[in-house]
C-alpha cells in the first residue's frame, strides 16, 4: 500500500515499512509518526517479522520543523515520537531498520527502538539537539542510555557527534554494516527471523525489553522458560535439530 507517508509492502510473512516523504528528506512529521505506531500496532495476520526502510538519499532528517514551534508547545510532539517508539518496542515481531544515508535526531532514536540497524556505506547518525537549545526528551535519554553504552549516549548528546557507518556500529548505534543495500540485508534477516520459533523469540525479545526498562521477575521468566521447555515447538525444533546431527530419539 503506498500513497501517504508510510508506503506498506508485504513479502509473504515480512511487512516493510518504508518511510515516503522523499520531497521532506523523509522528515518525522506527526502525522507520520503516527502512522507509525497505528502500523506497528496493528500488524496483518501473519506477520512475523517487520523491516524498517526508506526511500531517496536520506533515511530521515530527523524531526520535521514545519511540526515545531520552539516552545513547549512541542512536547506533543515527543508524545508522539515515544508513541511510536514504544510501538516499535512493544512489537510482537521482530523489527529491523535498514539505514541507508543520514539518520538525524529523531531518526536516531526511531531506528534505535529496533531490535536491528543495518547501516549502508553512506549512513551516517547524528542528534545536533544540544546545538538547537534543547534537553533531548529525558524519557528519551533514559531509553538511549539502556540501549546504547554511557560513552556513546554522551559522544551523541553532549557532543552532537556525527557516526559514520563504521562508527556506528562499533559504538551501538548500528547493529550491522554492509557495503551493498542494507535493506536486502535486513530483508534477509527477517525472512530468516519468520521461520524461528516465534513463542520463544518473543519472550526473549520481551525480556530484554523488560531489562532496558530495569523490570526483572525471575519468577515470572523462569515459569515462562518452563512452559517453553514443554512446548511442541520446542519439541518439534530439538527433533529436527537431532535428526540432523543423526542422533535417534525415542
Not at 512529521?29 to 526508506?54: K, Q
Request: aromatic share 4%; glycine share 6%; proline share 5%.
Amino acid at each position: 500500500m503506498t500513497g501517504g507517508p508510510l508506503a506498506h509492502h508485504a513479502h509473504d510473512d515480512v511487512l516493510e515499512l518504508v518511510l515516503d516523504r522523499t520531497s521532506r528528506r523523509n522528515a518525522l512529521s506527526r502525522d507520520l509518526l503516527r502512522e507509525l505506531r497505528h502500523a506497528f500496532t496493528n500488524l496483518p495476520e501473519g506477520i512475523r517479522a517487520v523491516v524498517l526502510t526508506s526511500t531517496g538519499p536520506v533515511f530521515s532528517a530527523g524531526a520535521d520543523f514545519a511540526d515545531l514551534t520552539g516552545t513547549s508547545a512541542d512536547l506533543a510532539y515527543d508524545l508522539d515520537l515515544d508513541n511510536a517508539c514504544t510501538a516499535i518496542r512493544d512489537c510482537p515481531v521482530p523489527v529491523i531498520a535498514a539505514v541507508d544515508g543520514p539518520c538525524v535526531g529523531a531518526g536516531v532514536e526511531l531506528t534505535t527502538s529496533c531490535d536491528a540497524r543495518f547501516a549502508g556505506p553512506n549512513t551516517w547518525f547524528r542528534v545536533p539537539a544540544v546545538e538547537l537549545g534543547l534537553l533531548y526528551n529525558p524519557t528519551s535519554i533514559r531509553r538511549l542510555h539502556a540501549t546504547l553504552p554511557r560513552s556513546t549516549v554522551t559522544r551523541l548528546l553532549v557532543f552532537a557527534e556525527r557516526f559514520d557507518a563504521a562508527d556506528a556500529v562499533r559504538s551501538g548505534l548500528a547493529t550491522h554494516r554492509t557495503d551493498g543495500d542494507p535493506r536486502e540485508r535486513a530483508l534477509a534477516l527477517a525472512r530468516t527471523l519468520a521461520q524461528a520459533p516465534q513463542e520463544a523469540l518473543a519472550a526473549t525479545r520481551a525480556l530484554l525489553r523488560r531489562l532496558d526498562d530495569g523490570h526483572f521477575d525471575e519468577a515470572e521468566w523462569q515459569s515462562t522458560r518452563t512452559r517453553l521447555l514443554d512446548s511442541s515447538a520446542r519439541h518439534d525444533a530439538v527433533a529436527a535439530a537431532s535428526a540432523r546431527h543423526g542422533v535417534t530419539r525415542p
